[in-house]
């Protein structure tokens, strides 16, 4: 027993890791281990009463020892191993930046507009992005029959709403709200059945405009017009204004930006050099009547700012599916990280 004693001493001084200390348990008091077999194997036949019990004792001894040395040696292992682990902790390095996101493009175009107009004494309303059909379509002097309808297709929902085509819809909403004058914007997300290309989405943005006033023409509207496009672009902007029809204006127009890409020449992102940017016009009388406002004594214009157009043109953005696309790479690019 002294020998297994002196080698097992011997052992477990030499074992560090954990692991190396439980091959020292197994060696020694495992099933099949030095101090169990020698136990097991002890010959009692020829030992007196008195010898049996010495042996007994000091074999107990001999184990308890193993034991607690065992587990002195494992408690010790952990220690150095944490200690080990603190040890690669460096308390100077740099933390891992969270990165906190971006103002999407649109957002950033979208509050630069509501200064703008908010400079021009426009409040700014929200509207509904599920609307009825009656706002949408039928108080804009678009009936059930009517083949405009076609051109906004959108998602119909089971309990007879719409998820509205255009910020138009917010046109009488506002009417009947707030009454007349008015002067007002409604930026916001609207939907359309469309396939998808570089410049088509499902889910876009327009800044819808109002005003109705005594005496308004389509000089106060194109006035308006000009003063945004040059604070949104910072310079001096080429636009033309053709006839455009829409059943809610009267006359209506299409007012074209000169492509600030190209400069007018023709690119794959405009085509002939102009970017069709603002459909516009003064408000069909049909559609004050709607807004149980008068026409004999009212006037206005309405005008329907295409948002993602405007943040593609202004940011150079050459297909519209970058902005759905969910890849925070794309945002960051655009500056004001908060
Ligand atoms: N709502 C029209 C569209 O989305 C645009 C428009 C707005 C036209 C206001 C005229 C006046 O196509």
């Avoid at 194997?41 to 184990?63: C, H, I, R, Y």
């Amino acid at each position: 027993m002294d020998n297994i004693q002196k080698q097992f001493l011997d052992d477990i001084a030499a074992a560090v890791t954990s692991d190396q200390i439980e091959q020292v348990r197994v060696k020694y008091l495992g099933r099949k281990g030095i101090i169990t077999l020698f136990a097991k194997n002890a010959d009692f036949s020829k030992m007196t009463v008195d010898e049996k019990k010495e042996f007994g004792v000091k074999l107990n001894e001999l184990k308890n020892l193993a034991t607690q040395k065992l587990q002195d040696s494992q408690q010790m292992s952990n220690v150095s191993e944490t200690v080990g682990k603190s040890a690669e902790l460096d308390l100077t390095l740099p933390g891992n930046a969270r990165s906190l996101g971006a103002l999407h493009p649109i957002t950033m175009v979208q509050m630069e507009l509501e200064t703008v107009f908010e400079g021009m004494g426009f409040r700014v309303l929200y509207g509904h992005e599920c609307e009825t059909e009656f706002y949408n379509f039928e108080a804009l002097n678009i009936p059930a029959d009517h083949p405009a309808r076609d051109m906004q297709d959108t998602f119909w929902l089971t309990n007879g709403r719409i998820l509205r085509t255009h910020t138009s819809a917010s046109q009488v909403r506002s009417l009947h709200r707030f009454g007349a004058p008015i002067r007002a914007i409604f930026p916001g997300r609207c939907f359309r059945y469309e396939a998808i290309d570089p410049s088509h989405e499902n889910t876009f943005y327009q800044c819808e405009g109002l005003v109705v006033d005594k005496d308004i023409s389509v000089a106060n509207l194109i006035a308006v017009m000009k003063t945004i496009l040059s604070e949104v672009f910072k310079r001096n902007v080429a636009v033309r204004l053709r006839p455009g029809f829409f059943p809610f204006v009267e006359p209506g127009f299409e007012l074209d930006l000169q492509c600030l890409f190209c400069g007018g020449k023709g690119c794959p992102t405009c085509g002939d050099g102009w970017i069709e940017l603002i459909p516009c016009g003064l408000i069909h009388p049909k559609v004050l009547e709607a807004g149980n406002i008068n026409p004999g004594e009212y006037s206005g214009f309405a005008f329907g700012v295409g948002l993602t157009r405007l943040a593609m043109m202004k940011f150079g953005i050459r297909d519209i599916r970058h902005f759905n696309s969910g890849d925070i790479r794309f945002n960051e690019q655009f500056g004001v990280i908060l």
